[in-house]
């Protein structure tokens, strides 16, 4: 059944909390090549050796390295570049952009002067050193070089924020809220406009006016973002309203039941003990304003701009949970899986993400293949929780992955245990199960798992696709099989595999001018998979289209099929069907 087999992995959830206009930041901090401020300065690396080596290959070795989003070795050869021609413009500023989107400030700080000699208002070299100066307490140094960054859409966000910060950093709390000003005056950033007035005046101990701040926030609709949401929980628990915490988290939770952030506020709540601030420092303050930019880009897909910021993030504030996940997630995404591994070993022990980075810890080592690693990890993790279904459920998928389905099915039936009573949402485990014992030869097992996934969730294609082709396959009701893959296709008319399923069907009952007609389609759905192929080439074959038919067998050969469906393909292509 190879047009059904499912990949299995859980979905990544994202987190972070919504904020507008990210259209007026993508950009703000990142410099283009041809920055006019550089034009008359910039130069290609020259071509010359020097100690026995090309920098113009290492130029291109790093382009190349950036280009395929392995930015650690980009970073490396833009140094080896810039290390036999240092004075090129060109190659500092590709060295510097390397190293921030790397998270190595040490370098970027290094690379930041010959930086600026070249382009003085350059804004993400004035960035770093702004956030360096924030980071050592020296408010004077930052507000400098504030000063004198370039008018972009940075500094219509987060200048004033962190000139708020800066302000603060001289316990300055009245010049800090009138820096954010400029941000009330703007729709789109008066979310961030309340939200860093609240920190502020929490930090600053002013509790009447932080008190107003967070309710003015949270009342504007700020309740469907979980970090505002914990950030007022936490004061109204410091500030003895321990009742309302506990409902906004509650209410909170009733519309995201999901969220880490609001359930780990939630049980610390109820053990009597306050959510961590958001913030604590006038760093920590303005490292929450660089991880809420970098989350929004990140969900825009703007990924290198989105690390810059993550980084600037734990720069100032290097426990910040939230920033090490969102870099995991997009080095997850790059697969770089040891890189997020490394990332996700940082989530601080008392994080409400630390059991999920171990989940996702657990499955990149299954990417790198060091699967007894996982596998022997999410064990530790299912005996340290004897109430949580998730690291074996993850187990499950990790077998299933490797094609070790009896051993899926137990690990699988060990998460089913732990459900006193099976809720809809269960239906994706009894589902698993059902395909380990299918593919394990089990069917008296794996039929009962399929109908209890659909009695959790009718009409659910892809469980009724999945009993509907093996009924077919084994020949035993045909209708009522025909009629759940159609109700399946009704729901996902453009998936290839449950197409597929439909023209099978009609094959395999003799209907084959019409299974043609979805086999075709099925294979332009997916014109790679050696099964759909295959089929296809069966159609053909039985409706007098022989030269196509083998046609089709030689293209799914071509694609890789199992061992077993290779040799038949095989015999058909000398003997036909």
């Known amino acids: 059944m190879g047009n059904n087999k499912l990949g299995g992995r859980k979905t990544v959830r994202r987190i972070g909390f919504s904020l507008a206009c990210v259209a007026l930041i993508i950009g703000g901090c990142v410099e283009a090549g041809q920055q006019s401020a550089t034009t008359s300065k910039t130069r290609t690396p020259a071509s010359t050796d020097r100690g026995g080596f090309s920098h113009y290959g290492s130029y291109l070795a790093a382009k190349i390295a950036r280009d395929t989003s392995d930015t650690a070795s980009a970073s490396e050869f833009f140094d080896l570049a810039l ?65 004198k960054h370039r008018n972009d859409a940075f500094a219509n966000l987060l200048r004033p924020i962190l000139l708020a910060w800066a302000a603060l950093l001289d316990n300055d709390v009245d010049k800090a809220i009138a820096r954010l000003e400029p941000l009330a005056t703007r729709k789109s950033f008066a979310v961030f406009h309340g939200y860093h007035k609240a920190l502020i005046l929490d930090v600053a101990g002013r509790t009447e006016a932080a008190a ?29 309203k321990i009742d309302r915490a506990k409902e906004i988290v509650e209410v909170y939770l009733a519309q995201q039941p999901r969220n880490s952030i609001a359930r780990h506020a939630l049980v610390e709540l109820y053990a009597g003990r306050a959510p961590q601030p958001m913030a604590s420092t006038p760093q920590e303050g303005a490292a929450e304003a660089f991880f809420g930019v970098a989350s929004s880009l990140a969900r825009e897909r703007s990924q290198s701009v989105a690390r810059i910021h993550a980084h600037l993030a734990l720069y100032l504030h290097p426990d910040l949970d939230t920033a090490l996940v969102l870099l995991g997630e997009i080095n997850d995404r790059q697969q770089r899986w040891q890189r997020s591994i490394d990332l996700y070993k940082r989530v601080p022990q008392n994080s409400a993400f630390k059991w999920e980075s171990r989940v996702r810890i657990a499955d990149n080592l299954h990417r790198l293949n060091r699967v007894e690693e996982a596998l022997e990890l999410l064990r530790k993790m299912a005996d340290e929780r004897p109430e949580n279904i998730d690291p074996l459920i993850t187990i499950g998928d990790i077998l299933r992955g490797e094609q070790r389905y009896s051993e899926a099915a137990e690990a699988y039936g060990e998460g089913l245990a732990r459900i006193r009573i099976p809720q809809s949402h269960h239906w994706t485990l009894y589902y698993s199960r059902g395909i380990a014992y299918e593919r394990s030869n089990q069917w008296d097992k794996a039929e009962p798992d399929f109908l209890k996934a659909l009695e959790l969730k009718p009409n659910q294609p892809l469980v009724l696709n999945y009993l509907g082709y093996s009924w077919i396959e084994k020949q035993k009701n045909l209708d009522q099989a025909r009629g759940m893959i159609e109700k399946a296709v009704e729901q996902r008319p453009n998936d290839g595999f449950i197409v597929d399923s439909l023209g099978w069907a009609l094959y395999r009952i003799g209907e084959y001018r019409e299974a043609v007609r979805h086999l075709q389609r099925a294979v332009k759905l997916r014109p790679e998979d050696p099964i759909l192929n295959d089929h296809l080439g069966d159609a053909y074959w039985q409706v007098g289209r022989r030269t196509e038919a083998r046609f089709q067998w030689q293209h799914a050969l071509e694609f890789g099929p199992e061992d077993d469906v290779a040799e038949e393909i095989k015999r058909k292509l000398r003997s036909g069907i």
């Open 83 to 147: 290390s036999a021609d240092p004075d090129n413009p060109t190659l500092v500023l590709r060295a510097f952009q390397a190293a921030m989107t790397e998270g190595r400030m040490e370098r970027a700080l290094e690379l930041s002067g010959p930086r600026l000699e070249y382009a003085p208002d350059a804004p993400l070299a004035r960035t770093l050193l702004a956030v360096e100066a924030l980071r050592v307490g020296d408010a004077d140094a930052a507000e400098l070089h504030l000063a």
């Open 212 to 240: 107003e701040a967070y309710r003015t926030t949270y009342d504007s609709g700020a309740k469907s973002s979980a970090r505002i949401v914990k950030a007022y929980a936490s004061f109204l628990f410091r500030t003895g």
